[in-house]
């Protein structure tokens, strides 16, 4: 099961800063958080990835509160298409070490 | 493109065919994932491997399943006597290994059954 919790949609007008909160509060000291979006009928896009410290690129930036339960994506300045499900997703340590995705949040970008 | 590569895009087949797909990984990425998605829910592990080794395959939907990577580059998924319910879009993703590495997903391969 997924180790994340996301509001299920969220709105957001053209030009503005897209805020998407994710809550991880049983993440593990070793585990990193990673941002996928997926606009429709297409493969999931990688955004970013962080552990502890804040990290940003040309696409996002990701805020990771000081206890790692909780961490934010900012879209700085949102386009309509930018209109996708995003992905909040704590990378599972260990053997398996794979992505479990949960139902995300369902940006709308509205002109 | 030196993205990760799916084929087909698209498969419609009748119930009780068998059907594979191919995905081609980034060429230096050694970690290989196959992921399925039905409507309106996030994508579901199926199975990866390292290489050529299938290190984690207990999430495979049923015996009907089964994936290969036979020389650690590209990799096939075969589903054996198709159910309507297999229906859904088949993900294949590539990675270097670590937990410090960002998968990078294929446009995935949608199959319906009839």
């Known amino acids: 099961d997924a180790k994340t919790t996301q509001p299920p949609s969220m709105d957001c007008a053209e030009g503005r800063a897209a805020n998407l909160p994710c809550n991880h509060s049983?993440?593990?000291?070793?585990?990193?958080v990673y941002w996928y979006r997926q606009i429709h009928s297409q493969g999931p896009q990688y955004i970013i990835h962080?552990?502890?410290n804040n990290e940003t690129n040309e696409m996002a930036s990701l805020i990771i509160t000081e206890d790692r339960k909780s961490s934010t994506l900012i879209l700085p300045h949102a386009t309509l298409r930018d209109t996708a499900v995003y992905y909040c997703i704590v990378r599972v340590g260990g053997y398996g070490q794979n992505f479990v995705f949960g139902p995300g949040t369902r940006l709308s970008v509205l002109p | 493109d030196t993205g990760v590569s799916q084929d087909p895009r698209h498969k419609i087949t009748k119930r009780g065919q068998n059907v594979t797909f191919r995905c081609d990984p980034i060429s230096e990425h050694n970690r290989l994932y196959w992921y399925r998605q039905t409507l309106g829910q996030g994508p579901e592990f199926l199975t990866y491997f390292q290489n050529e080794a299938q290190l984690e395959k207990s999430r495979l939907l049923s015996d009907r399943f089964s994936a290969e990577r036979p020389k650690g580059s590209f990799s096939t998924l075969e589903i054996q006597r198709t159910e309507q319910g297999d229906s859904a879009m088949y993900l294949c993703?590539?990675?270097?290994?670590?937990?410090?590495?960002?998968?990078?997903f294929g446009q995935g391969t949608r199959l319906t059954v009839v």
């Open positions: 049983t993440i593990s000291g070793n585990e990193y």
């Open positions: 962080g552990l502890k």
């Open positions: 993703a590539s990675s270097l290994e670590g937990t410090n590495t960002e998968a990078f």
